[in-house]
């Protein structure tokens, strides 16, 4: 099995699994004011984590790797915040493709970074360098010379194996541009959109310098020297003037017995033989988090519960996933497990504690993985470490749903 990589330190030992942090802090200012954006662009200290159709590029699984301002001037240009976003609202022409850019934030640990007003650290962004429309030559060089330096693209969900710091990085940049690339197009009136606040919101502009190409991003350009008004839009009015990125809360639960001496454990027809998780799902409009665990919990399992527990949370940049923690207790007379609601799960199934300790002591890994060493075939198998499901199982076989005071 491949090595694992250690979690971040939780803010409070014991209680709390903080398995990926949001990295850099949002600082008031810091996405709209562009001589910040300017001067962080360029900065000696600055790395740019590369991503195309939303693969970053990277060493290995185990590593990203970074790109310098000089690498990817020829694309993006010498600077794109040279101007206002008032300016780039009231000339923008949807006929041009603009790199997707995104300012992910300070690492300020490093001391040798820009310095700003109160602020220190190395400034991190990340760029979409995937080949489309008129800047699809240009990404193509891009992408070549990181090649020959042999980096590479990893697809898949490699935030699993990377350490702390890089998963906050990636899952981050990951979301945002995920998000940007799913919204070219206003929700209101259809028209496209404008990328602002460094990656941060979408704006509808009230012109155009194009007479709209049926594609966006067409390498065609037909600018007029006088823009075209586009029809009026409710973006443009009032205070919900702007799109912002969505996160999507989804429920994952430890559900112990009434007895507090098993756990429900479930599996879909394609995970491997013998792998089992904790069961997760949607939270519907208008639903608390503490009706959506039963409600989920009902749908795929048949069993009832009473008590719930919000224990922890982790970002799931699949594509914006808010992972909420929870652990709760069946009711006694609502134990008995019935698939017949929701065909989602192939089987459920109540596994005493001792069992549950055995396999996270040596039968987690990822999906795919071999298991740890001394898992004897046909044992239990569960997700690794850095899953959330992993955190909740090994809460509650330590008894997190006790006697003992939490807060």
């Known amino acids: 099995m491949p090595p694992h990589p250690e979690l971040p330190d939780p803010a409070h030992h014991g209680l ?3 398995l990926s942090r949001k990295f850099g802090k949002e600082v008031a200012n810091y996405f709209s004011d562009h001589s910040f954006l300017s001067a962080a662009l360029r900065h000696p200290t600055t790395s740019f984590l590369l991503f195309k159709d939303l693969s970053p590029l990277a060493k290995d699984h ?8 000089e690498d990817i001037q020829p694309l993006i240009g010498k600077d794109p915040y040279a101007k206002s976003e008032e300016q780039l609202i009231s000339e923008y022409n ?3 493709t603009i790199p997707q850019l995104v300012f992910l934030g300070l690492d300020e640990k490093n001391k040798q970074g820009l310095e700003w007003n109160i602020y220190i650290g190395a400034p991190y962004f990340a760029i979409d360098v995937t080949p489309k429309g008129s800047v699809e030559e240009k990404c193509h060089g891009v992408i070549k010379e990181m090649e020959s330096r042999g980096l590479q693209f990893v697809e898949g969900r490699m935030h699993m194996s990377l350490p702390a710091l890089e998963a906050a990085i990636y899952a981050q940049a990951r979301a945002l541009l995920d998000w940007n690339a799913r919204n070219p197009f206003c929700g209101q009136c259809g028209q496209p959109t404008l990328s602002i606040n460094a990656g941060t919101k979408r704006s509808c502009p009230p012109s155009d310098m194009a007479s709209l190409p049926t594609n966006i991003g067409s390498t065609v350009t037909q600018a007029k020297i006088d823009p075209k008004e586009r029809p ?5 009015k009032g205070i919900s003037n702007l799109s912002f990125p969505r996160t999507d809360p989804t429920v994952i639960m430890a559900v112990i017995s009434h007895d507090s001496k098993r756990v429900l454990l479930g599996r879909q027809k394609r995970w491997p033989p013998y792998w089992y998780s904790t069961l997760a ?3 519907e409009p ?5 009706e959506a665990v039963r409600r989920e919990v009902w749908e795929e399992s048949g069993v009832h519960l009473g008590r719930v527990v919000i224990h922890s949370t982790q970002p799931w940049p699949y594509p914006a996933n808010l992972m909420i923690g929870a652990i709760a207790q069946a009711t006694p007379d609502g134990e008995e497990i ?8 192939e089987d459920a199934k109540w596994v005493e504690f001792d069992e549950v300790r055995e396999a996270l002591a040596v039968g987690t890994s990822g999906l795919g993985e071999p298991a740890g060493e001394g898992y ?3 044992g239990l198998r569960l997700p690794p470490k850095t899953a959330i499901a992993n955190q909740l199982l090994h809460a509650v076989v330590g008894g997190f749903l006790g006697g003992e005071h939490k807060m």
């Open 16 to 18: 709390d699994s903080m």
């Open 62 to 69: 185990t590593k990203l790797a970074y790109a310098s301002y």
């Open 94 to 96: 949807s006929s041009l």
């Open 232 to 236: 009026p839009c409710a973006t443009r």
């Open 281 to 283: 799902g949607f939270c």
């Open 286 to 290: 208008a639903e608390s988090v503490e």
């Open 338 to 345: 019935l698939l017949k609601h929701d065909p989602e799960l």
């Open 376 to 378: 004897k075939e046909g």
